[in-house]
């Protein structure tokens, strides 16, 4: 199925390349870069490219393109799932996924990519199984391993393989029991220039880090569970029992793990827990603009709105900005008309806001297009479509574990703010 | 220079390799697989870094198998060196280094070994442990691209592949089929149960190779579930059947389509895996419904396709592609969630095209002004070749509904005064479309158009401009001459199509207008005459030559105004979606619009199904269950599985070897390596058994009469007791219904009526408005029982009639199975004791001795479940009433001489002596 895999950085350079099958030339790349060369922003370059002889099939993550050589029919799902597997794998093992920590861990990512793919066909993609093939590098084991010449390959086999619950690796061992869940929510929302919610979404994850010896049998349960109107598991998760229950009932795997995420129906109302109040004009006959930013918060049950920050692409003929926040700092880039201000924290006492005004290029015509402000915020403690966890249970084991549940709202890809700019005569 | 440093670079390599050093050879290892990882060429180093193939240290061993594999091709003869290695590997007593020894020994790209792969692989395929099993199937791949003319050979491996129970093996081996041999169906039919009902338990990679090829074979296997293709395979039928009689002819048309209940199992089966984590199984989900559902239940699969687009980009552009194709045929699925489809500013321009396509697909009268008002604002969106596709959408939606055509004619016309030239020159080229689908007037259109005609400068939409001048000339008879006229001051200076155009224009107004603009078109054919581009000489010629008349232009001159001003059709604007269905969804080919190497199509459903029975499994195994009950099969495995793991420690060595003694004689599936669903849930403990209940079927179903035709005036009814949870309300004990009419003439308006007691609460099947001749249905009802026997009086009715029918339930079908471990059935016992126990001592008929023929005997009886034992001696089985979910434990001791200790606990006494009389009386007779 999957051929080859290139590592492509943002400059245009392969740095890496890892053959499953006989080895393709990597010139078989140009052809990305044609589509990577025409394409105006990163994001731009389309996912599946025919070339005479090959498919390329990539992803873009971290500014690195993975670029698979596919020479088959394949769903191009399975290729891209996989990708993406690959990069949250890289992830968890070196932290981060930058080109440095994948040049600097290359034997690594060798022996990971070696057990990930057979012959093109996945093999093992739980993290679970390849840690027990392959170690994750930790500052100490680089230095023991440098020292002692040992090794960071399992000198053990995966059990976890073969065994009824293959995510979990066997022979678990914890001094401290422990289990934590963070319900992370993220509202995705298009609101119109009057402020009225256009559309907008929930969608909820709940990962967990589950540090329990042995083989723990947990269930889960919800206060609301009627509030989930789609969901998707972790392969742990018992579906029979949530159908019959709306109970979650899983053997864990060791460690981080997603174990649900969900979707909020889209018929209850979602209330979005900022606003944005605007006024933005231009005056026929001068090249001056005013601009006038107010936020504020709505609906969060007494939490506070956090790391606010509100970005703008601003029209292509505004010259610069001008302009004074009541609290943060604002940039505007004069290139790419980019302005964004960090507002931090919203205190309901007093709004914070932007004002001030914007130049316009001598003689340019007043823009007419109409910009959108992008928000971001957090908020701690909440989940803004109500689900509660009810209750956690674990069977099959003795000791008491520690039990944590967080919850936390953010603003998702998108909460965007149509804007209308005001030309006056 | 970097070359030289690279050569003396590797120098150094092999002075590491071959030092005695553990920890120098393996920094030298990491250094070379740094080299392969850039695309460095290290293949000089092969013989130093072969001579490692053996070493101990498992890191180091695992890098040279990275070497090897990546340079075998280049270096065969040296790597011929390394294959005795492998080949004692395999014979490892450990699976795993079986399994690399054959991972690495297949991947080297060796013609000459061939054999020995060959051979290595027919072994691994019947190794115990199904790692190797798994590797040898993707070895299959492997030698099939190496060399293959092993084909016949390598399929062999498949089919007896196909054959293995467990689910690691069960992706690798259909990707292994999909990859060698995907014509031969034949080899799937005795398997397509066993992958249906393995189908949860495989990993998810496995998933998609497999649902994707039950797609392609449900497709040859069962007829269509969709109505409109059925009205073709009744012609068809018609056809094949015309010499014969004539009501045998009606009979055969009016047969209702049932579905095959193999073609129901995989939609049952693959539905819960829309719920599955990875994107590519919920696709392949997708597809599989679209390709293969009735189509009122395809739209089960919308939510989960819309949850997908919160996914990564790269997903997004797949499932968009997907949905597009989808809304063209049915709007219904996804106009529910239109909102989703929303453009955001931040979304990719791919994206961004996909999502606006989809709106434009989902748009119709009820709809079309909130989308319109969401495309007013894309229209002003600051990527401007974004706001031009909208504009585009905007004409088609203006086509397709034509309330609206002239808003969107109106808006586009406004649009024409943008400051941006893309938004101007995109308006027009779509106002021309939109005026040639509009016969009616426009000549104030193309006049406001013709006003801006200086200020346009995009070629393309002056052109357009040009065009719509020229074909409606005669509407706007002052203005057409006039734009001539600048045209042929600018001609020289314009872009080619514009030249065309022009020409074009000139010929169109010399035949309608001549005397104004004669001097003008002889002007503007001559600067065409020596233009220099060759299309535009040519055309020149060909239009004065058809024009002008002349003693050599003969014929052709008299049908000028014919061939030129003909009426045009309009263009029709459609969706660029619109064959895609062509390829099947999900696909690399359907993503691409084109077919892509190794596409495999999807077949027409065939008219008339193929013979069902070559899906029935023969029976192997000595336990003398049906065939057709892969359930209860699965039911036995996992109460095996379950005996061998409470077993003690040193059975797990025992029973290896009972494996290799059993498998030689083929009688029991290697139970241990199956983990299916029931394995995993076996494992939960004691406080959740309550709810799960199991739905095995055992055992031939009982039908009993429910009245009979001479009773019911042609109308006869039988009934049976289906032992599934009743859908409607969980208290209630469903049963099943086959109405059938035996009579002449058709029955109407067939119901339930008046029941007694008046209590009794029934769900009623839905009116049966109409039931022909000799046709008969199966209805499900609903009936709550009160844990009692006592039966339900109701009445069947009919347009004519009524009918007194009434249901007497055999005790054992009050209950529905539960599954318990042993130990819970113990402890609950214990809690049901003195007057809630009823025991009888009973004597046995003695083909029913075996623990095997206790279970059918019990079950035919009574529907409950088995539960594991770990005694040879007794018998368990556990269920709960149906209505107030009671729990029934029955117990059967084995004594000596064929006597038995049968016990039932339940705190329904009434029940317990009932079910005891029934169970005792199966029990002892043969």
């Known amino acids: 199925m999957i051929h080859s895999l290139f590592l492509v950085n943002a400059s245009g350079d392969i740095f890496l390349e890892k053959h499953w099958k006989s080895v393709v030339s990597r010139s078989v790349c140009d052809y990305f870069f044609e589509a990577q060369e025409r394409a105006t922003e990163p994001e731009n370059v389309p996912p599946v490219i025919p070339t005479p002889h090959h498919y390329l099939i990539s992803v873009l993550r971290h500014r690195i393109y993975f670029v698979a050589v596919i020479q088959s029919e394949v769903p191009p799902l399975f290729v891209i799932e996989f990708l993406h597997r690959v990069v949250d794998t890289f992830q968890d093992y070196f932290g981060v996924c930058t080109e440095a920590a994948i040049k600097d861990n290359v034997v690594v990512v060798y022996e990971l990519l070696e057990e990930m793919l057979d012959n093109g066909f996945p093999l093992a993609t739980e993290s679970n199984i390849l840690k027990e093939l392959i170690k994750p590098p930790t500052i100490l084991r680089t230095m023991v391993n440098t020292i002692t010449g040992s090794t960071n390959v399992g000198e053990q086999l995966p059990t976890g393989q073969l065994s009824v619950v293959p995510w979990r690796r066997t022979g678990v061992k914890y001094t401290n029991n422990e289990a934590y869940f963070d319900v992370v929510e993220e509202i995705d929302a298009i609101i119109d220039k009057s402020g009225s919610t256009i559309t907008a979404e929930i969608q909820g994850v709940i990962d967990a880090c589950v540090k329990l010896t042995g083989m723990p049998d947990l269930t889960l349960s919800f206060m609301n569970p009627r509030l989930l109107d789609d969901v998707s598991f972790h392969p742990c998760v018992r579906f029979k029992r949530w159908e019959a229950e709306r109970i979650l009932s899983f053997i864990p795997p060791d460690g981080n793990f997603r174990l649900l995420s969900y979707h909020v129906s889209s018929q209850n109302l979602v209330a979005i827990p900022v606003y944005v109040k605007h006024n933005i004009t231009f005056r026929e006959g001068s090249s001056q603009g005013r601009f006038d930013l107010t936020l504020g918060p709505k609906q969060t049950m007494g939490k506070a709105v956090e790391s606010v920050l509100v970005s703008s692409q601003l029209p292509r003929g505004v010259l610069n900005a001008n302009l004074n926040p009541s609290q943060g700092t604002y940039t505007f880039d004069p290139v790419t008309k980019l302005l964004s201000w960090d507002v931090g924290k919203i205190n309901p006492q007093k709004l914070p806001s932007l004002k001030g005004t914007m130049s316009l290029q001598a003689g340019a015509s007043k823009p007419d297009e109409n910009p959108t402000i992008n928000i971001q915020f957090k908020i701690q403690q909440m989940a803004i479509s109500g689900l509660k966890v009810n209750r956690l249970d674990m069977y099959g084991e003795k000791y008491k574990p520690f039990k944590g549940i967080k919850y936390m709202t953010k603003a998702g890809k998108s909460v965007l703010q149509r804007m209308h700019i005001v030309n006056c005569k | 220079g970097q070359h030289l440093n690279l050569i003396s670079h590797l120098r150094n390599l092999k002075e590491m390799l071959e030092s005695s050093k553990e920890s120098l050879k393996l920094e030298a290892m990491k250094r070379i697989v740094g080299l392969i990882a850039k695309g460095k060429n290290a293949s000089e180093l092969f013989p130093a870094v072969v001579k490692n193939v053996a070493s101990k240290n498992i890191e180091l061993k695992k890098l040279v198998y990275v070497y090897l594999v990546r340079y075998a091709e280049e270096q065969q003869d040296l790597a011929l060196l390394s294959i005795s290695t492998f080949q004692r590997a395999l014979k490892d007593p450990n699976q795993f280094i079986r399994a690399s020894a054959l991972r690495v020994l297949s991947s080297i790209r060796v013609p000459i070994i061939v054999p020995i792969m060959m051979l290595a692989i027919k072994e691994a395929a019947a190794d115990l442990s199904p790692y190797v099993r798994k590797t040898s199937a993707h070895a299959i791949q492997k030698l099939f691209s190496l060399d293959a003319d092993q084909k016949e050979q390598l399929i062999e491996v498949i089919e007896k592949l196909l054959k293995d129970k467990s689910t690691l093996v069960a992706g690798s081996v259909v990707m292994a089929f999909e990859e060698v041999c995907p014509d031969r169906i034949d080899l799937i039919h005795k398997n397509y149960r066993k992958l249906c009902n393995l189908l949860v338990d495989v990993e998810e990679w496995g998933q998609v190779v497999i649902i994707s090829m039950l797609t392609r074979y449900a497709r040859t296997q069962?007829?269509?579930?969709?109505?409109?293709?059925?009205?073709?395979?009744?012609?068809?039928?018609?056809?094949?059947?015309?010499?014969?009689?004539?009501?045998?002819?009606?009979?055969?048309?009016?047969?209702?389509?049932?579905?095959?209940?193999?073609?129901?199992?995989?939609?049952?089966?693959?539905?819960?895996?829309?719920?599955?984590?990875?994107?590519?199984?919920?696709?392949?989900?997708?597809?599989?419904?679209?390709?293969?559902?009735?189509?009122?239940?395809?739209?089960?699969?919308?939510?989960?396709?819309?949850?997908?687009?919160?996914?990564?980009?790269?997903?997004?552009?797949?499932?968009?592609?997907?949905?597009?194709?989808?809304?063209?045929?049915?709007?219904?699925?996804?106009?529910?969630?239109?909102?989703?489809?929303?453009?955001?500013?931040?979304?990719?321009?791919?994206?961004?095209?996909?999502?606006?396509?989809?709106?434009?697909?989902?748009?119709?009268?009820?709809?079309?002004?909130?989308?319109?008002?969401?495309?007013?604002?894309?229209?002003?969106?600051?990527?401007?070749?974004?706001?031009?596709?909208?504009?585009?959408?905007?004409?088609?939606?203006?086509?397709n509904i034509s309330e609206v055509t002239d808003t969107c004619l109106n808006g586009l016309v406004l649009l024409l005064s943008n400051r941006d030239e893309t938004v101007v020159a995109e308006s027009v080229v779509v106002i021309k479309k939109l005026l040639q689908t509009q016969p009616t007037q426009h000549s104030e259109i193309i006049k406001h158009m013709a006003k801006l005609f200086d200020n346009i400068t995009v070629p393309m939409a002056r052109a357009s401009i040009l065009w719509l001048i020229g074909e409606y000339c005669e509407r706007v008879p002052k203005i057409a001459p006039d734009v001539l006229r600048k045209m042929a001051k600018s001609f020289t200076a314009e872009e080619d199509i514009v030249k065309l155009q022009t020409v074009n224009l000139a010929a169109k107004l010399y035949l309608t207008n001549s005397k104004q603009t004669k001097l003008l078109t002889q002007y503007?054919?001559?600067?065409?005459?020596?233009?220099?581009?060759?299309?535009?000489?040519?055309?020149?010629?060909?239009?004065?030559?058809?024009?002008?008349?002349?003693?050599?232009?003969?014929?052709?001159?008299?049908?000028?105004?014919?061939?030129?001003?003909?009426?045009?059709?309009?263009?029709?604007?459609?969706?660029?979606?619109?064959?895609?269905?062509?390829?099947?969804?999900?696909?690399?080919?359907?993503?691409?619009?084109?077919?892509?190497?190794?596409?495999?199509?999807?077949?027409?459903?065939?008219?008339?199904?193929?013979?069902?029975?070559?899906?029935?499994?023969?029976?192997?195994?000595?336990?003398?269950?049906?065939?057709?009950?892969?359930?209860?099969?699965?039911?036995?495995?996992?109460?095996?599985?379950?005996?061998?793991?409470?077993?003690?420690?040193?059975?797990?060595?025992?029973?290896?070897?009972?494996?290799?003694?059993?498998?030689?004689?083929?009688?029991?599936?290697?139970?241990?390596?199956?983990?299916?669903?029931?394995?995993?849930?076996?494992?939960?403990?004691?406080?959740?058994?309550?709810?799960?209940?199991?739905?095995?079927?055992?055992?031939?179903?009982?039908?009993?009469?429910?009245?009979?035709?001479?009773?019911?005036?042609?109308?006869?009814?039988?009934?049976?007791?289906?032992?599934?949870?009743?859908?409607?309300?969980?208290?209630?004990?469903?049963?099943?219904?086959?109405?059938?009419?035996?009579?002449?003439?058709?029955?109407?308006?067939?119901?339930?009526?008046?029941?007694?007691?008046?209590?009794?609460?029934?769900?009623?099947?839905?009116?049966?408005?109409?039931?022909?001749?000799?046709?008969?249905?199966?209805?499900?009802?609903?009936?709550?029982?009160?844990?009692?026997?006592?039966?339900?009086?109701?009445?069947?009715?009919?347009?004519?009639?009524?009918?007194?029918?009434?249901?007497?339930?055999?005790?054992?079908?009050?209950?529905?199975?539960?599954?318990?471990?042993?130990?819970?059935?113990?402890?609950?016992?214990?809690?049901?004791?003195?007057?809630?126990?009823?025991?009888?001592?009973?004597?046995?008929?003695?083909?029913?001795?075996?623990?095997?023929?206790?279970?059918?005997?019990?079950?035919?009886?009574?529907?409950?479940?088995?539960?594991?034992?770990?005694?040879?001696?007794?018998?368990?089985?556990?269920?709960?009433?149906?209505?107030?979910?009671?729990?029934?434990?029955?117990?059967?001791?084995?004594?000596?001489?064929?006597?038995?200790?049968?016990?039932?606990?339940?705190?329904?006494?009434?029940?317990?002596?009932?079910?005891?009389?029934?169970?005792?009386?199966?029990?002892?007779?043969?």
């Open chain 2, 222 to 399: 069962f007829t269509s579930p969709w109505k409109e293709v059925r009205g073709q395979s009744g012609e068809v039928m018609k056809a094949f059947y015309e010499s014969d009689s004539e009501e045998k002819k009606g009979h055969t048309e009016e047969k209702p389509y049932i579905m095959d209940p193999d073609h129901r199992l995989l939609l049952r089966n693959t539905k819960p895996l829309l719920q599955s984590r990875n994107t590519a199984v919920v696709m392949s989900v997708a597809q599989l419904y679209w390709h293969l559902a009735p189509k009122h239940e395809v739209s089960i699969v919308t939510k989960s396709l819309v949850r997908l687009l919160r996914s990564h980009r790269e997903v997004q552009y797949i499932v968009l592609q997907n949905i597009a194709t989808m809304s063209i045929q049915r709007k219904g699925m996804f106009e529910p969630f239109m909102k989703s489809f929303y453009v955001r500013s931040t979304d990719a321009t791919h994206i961004k095209t996909l999502k606006l396509e989809i709106l434009t697909n989902l748009a119709n009268e009820a709809n079309i002004s909130t989308i319109l008002r969401e495309f007013q604002t894309y229209v002003k969106s600051q990527d401007k070749a974004f706001a031009a596709a909208t504009i585009q959408a905007i004409g088609r939606c203006a086509t």
């Open chain 2, 524 to 926: 503007i054919l001559n600067l065409g005459k020596y233009d220099q581009n060759y299309d535009i000489r040519d055309r020149t010629r060909f239009i004065r030559q058809l024009i002008v008349p002349s003693e050599k232009s003969g014929a052709l001159n008299k049908y000028a105004r014919r061939i030129l001003l003909a009426p045009k059709p309009a263009p029709v604007l459609e969706s660029s979606f619109k064959d895609r269905d062509r390829f099947q969804l999900g696909t690399l080919s359907h993503s691409l619009n084109s077919k892509a190497t190794g596409y495999q199509e999807l077949s027409d459903w065939p008219a008339v199904a193929p013979d069902q029975s070559v899906r029935n499994v023969e029976i192997i195994e000595a336990s003398g269950s049906d065939s057709e009950e892969e359930s209860s099969e699965s039911e036995k495995t996992s109460s095996d599985s379950g005996k061998s793991s409470s077993g003690s420690e040193q059975s797990s060595s025992e029973s290896e070897l009972e494996q290799k003694k059993k498998k030689k004689t083929k009688k029991v599936p290697q139970k241990k390596s199956k983990p299916t669903a029931a394995d995993r849930y076996s494992e939960i403990p004691a406080v959740c058994w309550s709810l799960r209940v199991t739905t095995s079927s055992f055992g031939p179903v009982k039908t009993y009469e429910l009245l009979h035709h001479m009773t019911g005036k042609g109308l006869a009814a039988k009934y049976h007791f289906p032992r599934q949870p009743c859908l409607y309300q969980p208290s209630m004990v469903a049963v099943q219904v086959i109405l059938s009419n035996s009579s002449d003439h058709s029955l109407e308006e067939i119901h339930i009526g008046d029941r007694s007691p008046a209590s009794l609460s029934i769900h009623c099947f839905n009116t049966i408005e109409r039931l022909e001749p000799e046709a008969s249905v199966t209805v499900s009802m609903g009936i709550d029982f009160s844990d009692s026997t006592q039966a339900a009086n109701f009445q069947l009715c009919t347009k004519e009639d009524q009918f007194s029918v009434s249901i007497q339930p055999a005790v054992g079908e009050l209950l529905m199975p539960s599954s318990m471990t042993e130990q819970d059935f113990c402890k609950e016992q214990g809690k049901l004791q003195g007057m809630n126990e009823t025991s009888a001592t009973i004597t046995m008929e003695t083909a029913n001795a075996s623990s095997q023929a206790i279970s059918k005997q019990v079950l035919s009886v009574a529907n409950v479940g088995v539960v594991s034992s770990s005694q040879n001696n007794f018998s368990r089985f556990a269920g709960r009433t149906v209505s107030s979910g009671a729990l029934v434990l029955v117990s059967l001791e084995l004594k000596e001489s064929s006597t038995a200790l049968l016990t039932i606990n339940t705190e329904k006494t009434v029940m317990a002596s009932m079910l005891l009389r029934d169970i005792k009386q199966a029990l002892t007779q043969a």
